[in-house]
């Protein structure tokens, strides 16, 4: 960028000026809209131009909504007065709390309300009885960590792995909080075997939107417990969540296996995820011409031999599966364990890798990722997702009408596309995220993770997306969004099916003026 021309940095600064005027603009206007906040909270609420572009956008890069203010809370406690600010008032305002701010499309965004920055709890040095990470329990009850909602993953893990050790079910990438995660779910290759992040929760301290701060848990206003988990932040904000630990493992042994064949790639990974003292972490990807093989994953020329032939093969399938050990001593009883499991598999023969890592290398894998595409400017970019849990008996069908016929035939995306199944044991069906209403043992969660780049229209990939919505819905498979994203109250009531009437009761008894995290629309739209 210094090496610009004059030129070309007058090009640039010109449309940048009028941008930034345009935008104080819109923030000044935003003061007038709402009498609640321009009496005390004005004198707390960050109203600049960087804190307000940042709460009006997401990772999504796909809606702006500018709010009138920004909280940066030292405390709990200030939290607690805004809501009860809002909620006392004759015209309240809606607030959204917004941890690292990955969602896709505007959930954790107020337009003219207040946006809360949940990082600000984390940033200033103080540590109160709600924030911060701190470890506790013993070997006879239990190890467990009471964590701030505004704390990263990363810095979890980071924490207790100097206690030996470690939660057990994860997201891809760490760098999410521990009050947004849970907001949905939580999910990831140790689903299986662990349930979500939120079948791993004890405890924890929510403000509702009456600006109450309660303890809640399975035993202790267990309503509202298990509406916040999976709830899309829709009955409170998660201040405290107290986290299941367990011994971490010393060392990750990693095997990717390459297939050709689809069935035999589903019907593998069912297997993995069925079997005691097997693998610790089962997930499937896609390689494709536009979606290739990953150096992170394997060396060069292993790389570059998968890469050609998915170019001959049009496309093949990644199972990724991990063991976890605790002792180096063990290490070739789990290599003979191992050996009679991987016999029973249908892969490709040859194809099959593996290498040794510490456990935070590879929970946190997606960060190199991440720090490399930054390096390219292909970080920071739209991103229309589309994630999916589709039921086990349409995931055939799925693969031949969106793998096969939509993503390599259009070529129109580069994803990564994940796909593996998930045990639905671990789920706990009070709790308020939806997933599919069948009664078979597993579900399958698809997700086509897509960037629009340089010279990609997101709005292409959006339709797309609206495609393979259509095409489930003509084939009549009765899949659930993951990050769900509607427009119509209709299509919320049935993306909750059966839970849609215990929702709207949780939501009149916990934010019955409709004051929190309006971004999702779910009570709110037409």
Same mark, same amino acid.
Not at 52 to 80: C, E, N, R, W
Not at 148 to 175: C, F, K, M, N
């Given at each position: ?9 007058? +090009? ?80 309240? +305002?809606?607030?959204? @709390? ?10 954790? /965004? ?93 405890? /924890? ?56 064949? +689809? ?108 720090? +490399? ?22 995931? @055939? ?33 009070? /709790?308020?995220? @939806? ?6 043992? /597993? ?84």
């Amino acid at each position: 960028m210094s090496n610009y021309s004059l030129v070309l940095h007058g +090009f640039f600064v010109v449309p940048f000026i009028i941008n930034c005027l345009f935008f104080i603009t819109l923030v000044s206007s935003r003061l007038l809209l709402n009498p609640s906040l321009t009496t005390d909270n004005n004198n707390i609420l960050c109203k600049d131009t960087i804190c307000m572009k940042t709460a009006s956008s997401d990772y999504g890069k796909l809606v702006q909504d500018l709010p009138f203010g920004v909280l940066q809370p030292l405390l709990v406690s200030d939290i607690v007065r805004l809501v009860q600010t809002s909620y006392n008032s004759s015209s309240p +305002f809606t607030i959204a @709390a917004r941890g690292n701010g990955h969602s896709v499309r505007g959930q954790a /965004m107020a337009k003219d309300g207040v946006v809360v920055d949940m990082s600000s709890l984390n940033s200033r040095g103080v540590v109160s009885e709600n924030t911060g990470i701190r470890v506790s329990g013993d070997s006879t009850l239990g190890f467990y960590a009471d964590v701030g909602g505004e704390q990263l993953w990363i810095d979890v893990l980071r924490t207790t792995l100097l206690h030996g050790l470690a939660p057990v079910s994860w997201t891809d990438y760490l760098y999410l909080t521990v009050g947004g995660t849970l907001s949905n779910a939580g999910i990831s290759g140790q689903s299986s075997f662990h349930g979500p992040q939120i079948s791993n929760v004890l405890e /924890m301290d929510v403000i509702t939107g009456k600006g109450d701060l309660i303890t809640c848990s399975r035993d202790l206003n267990s309503d509202l417990f298990y509406a916040v988990l999976g709830g899309l932040g829709q009955f409170g904000i998660i201040t405290r969540a107290r986290i299941v630990l367990d011994k971490a493992p010393t060392r990750v042994k990693w095997f990717h296996i390459i297939y050709d064949d +689809f069935a035999k790639f589903t019907k593998d990974q069912e297997y993995l995820i069925s079997i005691d003292d097997g693998f610790d972490y089962v997930e499937g990807s896609l390689i494709t011409k536009n979606s290739p093989a990953s150096t992170n994953s394997f060396t060069p020329d292993v790389a570059s031999t998968i890469n050609a032939l998915a170019s001959k093969n049009g496309i093949l399938y990644s199972l990724e599966a991990v063991k976890y050990y605790y002792n180096d001593e063990i290490i070739r009883t789990i290599d003979q364990d191992l050996e009679r499991i991987l016999k029973a598999l249908k892969f490709k023969s040859g194809l099959i890798f593996n290498k040794e890592a510490t456990l935070l290398e590879f929970l946190n894998r997606v960060r190199s990722e991440e720090v +490399f595409l930054e390096t390219l400017a292909l970080w920071d970019v739209p991103h229309p997702w589309l994630n999916l849990f589709v039921p086990r008996s349409g995931i @055939a069908d799925f693969n031949q009408a969106v793998f096969l016929n939509i993503i390599q035939n259009h070529s129109l995306s580069a994803g990564p596309f994940l796909v593996y199944p998930i045990n639905r044991k671990g789920w706990d069906d009070r /709790m308020s995220v @939806a997933i599919p209403e069948d009664d078979d043992d /597993m579900f399958y969660t698809v997700g086509l993770l897509n960037s629009a780049g340089p010279g990609v229209d997101p709005a292409v990939i959006e339709e797309q997306n609206k495609n393979i919505l259509e095409f489930c819905k003509k084939a009549e498979i009765n899949i659930k969004q993951y990050l769900p994203h509607y427009t119509k109250k209709e299509e919320w009531m049935k993306h909750f099916g059966k839970k849609w009437n215990v929702l709207k009761e949780m939501k009149e008894k916990f934010d019955p003026k409709l004051i929190l995290s309006p971004g999702q629309k779910i009570f709110t739209s037409d």
